[in-house]
């Protein structure tokens, strides 16, 4: 577009290219997939053959293109629909966060039942979009297609090489499902790797068609991109008019983008709880849900990608530069992981295996290359930030995990003198919560001691003659608090207790009021939160709250 | 303003209305205050001789009146400050904020030092206002003061009485300060009747005279409120020019209105602690902090006004006509009261002191009317919105205080049968936090049980090997999870425990890592949250955390 019309026979050759490149790296990552059967992405790839520091770029590139690609698809789907139906502009942020939600409930509910979900949209798509290149072909082969009467776009500046490969840039990020297809082949039906490898093909194939079919037809229909009408659509609507056919293609467009959102519902979860296996995310990530869904992945994933829609109120084509680097970054470190392992492995037929993928290497980096400096001022320049802030973050959990793993060793067993432990039973007041309190740790100890903190002198008499009835020959503990503190008298006391002996424990007893309604909590346990908080991070001592449920 | 120059004539008659309603309302609390040594509010005037329901109307309505004052005084304060330097005018939310944040600091600090810290401002504000008003009233009376040029205002509407009286309530919010004197009477130095009652009267005295002298040179000097300059400062560059002593108005204003926001940082948080001691607030409100302040209501209070400060944007004069409402409702109450007090305790003189009370009793509730009718849509409706559901919440709180003490009184002593504890340590793998926590669980009973839910049978056997490093006898009860849930069987197995006999106690005991870091806790816990959360509101079953302070 900035180069004007002079630019517009280049359309067909950047297409031409960009099909090239996904036949080079589909090719490519056939063979990944034969040999990673249970799971060949970037960050497996890259981590067992280049190291670890390779495969946490791989896996941060990954994340992050996993939520652009949720953001961006929706946003486009949305675009679609509005489209079709501007009275919805208004509502696209509101549109694009429902359908995200949708997306994951979907995905929460488990993997099986999306796949059902999914498949219908899919054929719908492919059949649509079928028809609709073929007779658009058919119709400019006879010769029977006239160009749209909008103008070429003006030239706004000299067409560059720089441009041209600008273009091809943006085209990339069509590239997208290919790592998806590899980094989830444990998803596929056995046998998975055969089966992954012929999605992949059929992927490359159709897509490669159809793409090639809408940048051949948008050439001979003389269409540019306008600011409230897609490409695809004014194609549609050139050649079948506003009839059936077309809400029909914008229909099965919106449902594919959301679907494509839906891969990265597979992906990010899962590339997540690889992680969190190797100790580089939080524990957590590896839990599986009761349907057998990576939960938290799945809800991280809505929430960034709905807070980038509404951030940028919709607009998302501002992150598509952002994206294509992330995914050729992990192609380039997955393919060269690929040279290194038949390197090192050898195997049948492994010089010819070694040639393909060093090729598939060479050119995504290249691409990679070209992506990063043709769009760095357009966004690229944030990934490129990005990734090690969020790889320095995956090794500061693995430091911690490690340093962790180090002091849980049971080579330390030997370390542990036997322990004493004093039991304290707190009271504020002597009522049935304390008295509960106090049969309980009648039970965990022989001779349990009762505190008392006297705050207010007048209190005192009267609360340890109320204590002679339940006491059972606990005896009461006061201590003076000169200055009224709650807190001061009874962390000396324990200081105390702890100096009488060796690996002495202190376990603290207290009441735990658990009323029936929410707004009740406000109104009770506030003595006891104060003591936990003030004793969080004091060494040997352990808090134990009894509850006392409350019946009203 | 609205009736126009022909309503001008008013200005001085209304005046003289509010400084004579000042001197009644005065006379009237001079009585409370000795009737009431320690502390006559409304609340408890009201709710001693009326009852519990007219004390919790006036108190909610005091409470949101405190607010009010703090958010209006301070928005007023930054107003004679945008009035002399107009560059700040876009920071005032910034800076009312920042006032608010200042006097909640010297308050928490405690009473004594921020006591200190406000007299000077006080005799400064009445020093330049003395000078200001006694040179205006000379010099009106020597005849060399020329009215401004400012036209005198068009009439928009005919002059009513109605216009008349909702003048004559937008004035009466200068008697706020009455009610502050009585319901602090125990912060004044003994004899604290006495100080309190002469602190009042020269309050009054003081007040009506300035206010008095003020509307007199308004009304000379043809001085109208405008948007972007309040009237004292228009009456001050007129007499002074923009010299210093105009600045030295301009600050000792802003100095008294955060004073003003001041006296609410008193009485919000000490009729909280009345509330809460009757038990109609959450008890924490009793608390005294450390400087014997009534810290939570000083948070509190602070956090509500700022909020209002930010939601109005600064502007605050829509909230004035709220605010009247709220004090004269309160002032009936406790007169009505006083009325009361003396037909049912009499005493000498009591005739008398009966018609004081009245008279102010039938004045201030004529008054109540009069602003609640004239200001009705001008937002008074939103008070008397307010009022009846912060009573409910009061009353609430007090149902469920009473019903709590019931259950908790030790006359239920009998019901208890002996207790019956089973310690169970609950082991998701075997390391340091849990060996840790088993020598923890051998102390508290004799037999501990050791409890291990099988999500993966694969890692049984290892697991089982490990325990018989560190078990020391305790033996390993593995629970099979066909579904891989934890809760599930855990739950189950605790309800079998139950089971085995009467009165059944399980002390289920998990590791807690305690780190250093505050994001390595999002690495941590996550299964003992999960427990603790699925067995909050489950009967018999208390569970210990027993802290692993990780060193790194």
Redesign the interface.
């Known amino acids: 577009m900035l180069a004007g019309a002079a630019a517009t026979h280049l359309t067909v050759p950047v297409g031409l290219a960009i099909a090239g490149l996904l036949a080079v790296v589909a090719l490519s990552y056939q063979q990944t997939l034969h040999a990673y059967p249970s799971g060949g992405g970037s960050y497996i790839v890259a981590r067992a053959n280049l190291g670890a520091a390779p495969g946490l770029v791989a896996a941060a590139a990954l994340l992050i293109d996993y939520v652009l690609t949720v953001s961006v698809s929706v946003a486009a789907g949305v675009a679609a629909i509005t489209s079709a139906a501007p009275v919805l502009l208004s509502h696209k942020v509101v549109l694009g966060v429902v359908f995200i939600a949708a997306i994951a409930f979907a995905n929460l509910r488990g993997v099986r039942e999306s796949g059902r979900v999914f498949a219908l949209p899919t054929y719908l798509f492919i059949a649509t979009f079928g028809v609709l290149v073929a007779t658009g072909i058919l119709r400019w082969l006879s010769g029977d297609l006239r160009p749209l009467p909008t103008p070429p776009p003006a030239a706004t500046t000299a067409l560059t090489w720089f441009l041209v490969l600008r273009a091809f840039s943006s085209g990339c990020t069509a590239l997208t499902g290919v790592e998806a297809i590899s980094n989830g082949i444990p998803a596929f039906k056995p046998p998975e790797s055969r089966n992954a490898a012929i999605t992949l093909a059929w992927m490359a194939v159709i897509l490669g068609t159809l793409f090639l079919g809408i940048t051949v037809l948008a050439r001979a229909l003389g269409v540019i991109p306008a600011e409230d009408e897609t490409i695809v659509s004014q194609i549609a609507r050139s050649l079948f008019g506003d009839g059936l056919f077309y809400f029909l293609i914008q229909g099965s467009t919106t449902l594919i983008l959301v679907l494509a959102a839906n891969t990265s519902f597979a992906g990010f979860p899962r590339l997540f709880s690889l992680l969190a296996r190797d100790r580089y995310a939080?524990?957590?990530f590896t839990?599986?849900g009761?349907r057998l869904v990576f939960s938290n992945g799945v809800v991280i994933l809505a929430a960034l990608a709905a807070l980038l829609i509404v951030l940028f109120r919709g607009e998302t084509h501002a992150l598509i530069p952002l994206y294509a680097v992330g995914v050729f970054i992990s192609f380039t470190l997955s393919q060269s992981g690929m040279v290194r392992h038949w390197l090192t492995h050898k195997g049948g037929g492994w010089r010819v295996r070694l040639a393909v993928n060093g090729v598939g290497a060479l050119v995504t980096g290249l691409v990679t290359v070209v992506i990063a400096v043709t769009k760095f001022t357009n966004g690229a320049w944030i990934v490129v930030v990005l990734i090690p802030v969020i790889v320095l973050g995956f090794l500061a959990?693995h430091r911690?995990?490690e340093?962790?793993a180090d002091?849980?060793?049971?080579d330390?067993?030997a370390d542990?003198p036997?322990?004493?432990?004093t039991v304290l039973v707190l009271v504020g007041d002597?009522?049935?919560?304390v008295?509960?309190a106090l049969?309980?740790a009648?039970?965990?100890?022989d001779r349990p001691r009762a505190v008392f903190v006297e705050t207010d002198p007048a209190r005192t008499g009267w609360v340890e003659q109320?204590w002679g009835?339940?006491s059972g020959g606990v005896p009461l503990i006061v201590l003076t608090s000169p200055?009224?503190?709650m807190l001061g008298p009874l962390l000396d006391y324990i200081d105390q207790v702890q100096r009488e002996g060796p690996n002495s424990?202190v376990?603290i007893v207290i009441p735990e009021?658990?009323?029936r309604r929410w707004w009740?909590h406000?109104?009770?346990n506030?003595t006891a939160l104060l003591v936990k908080g003030a004793l969080?991070?004091r060494?040997g001592?352990?808090?134990?709250?009894?509850?006392?449920?409350?019946?009203?």
């Open positions: 939080p524990r957590q839990t599986l009761d959990i911690h995990y340093s962790v002091e849980l060793s049971l330390r067993l542990q036997p322990v004493r432990n002597v009522h049935m919560g008295v509960k049969r309980f009648e039970t965990l100890a109320r009835k339940v200055y009224r503190s424990v376990t009021f658990i009323p009740q406000l109104l009770h506030q969080l991070f060494r001592v352990v808090v134990v709250d009894v509850p006392f449920h409350l019946n009203r």
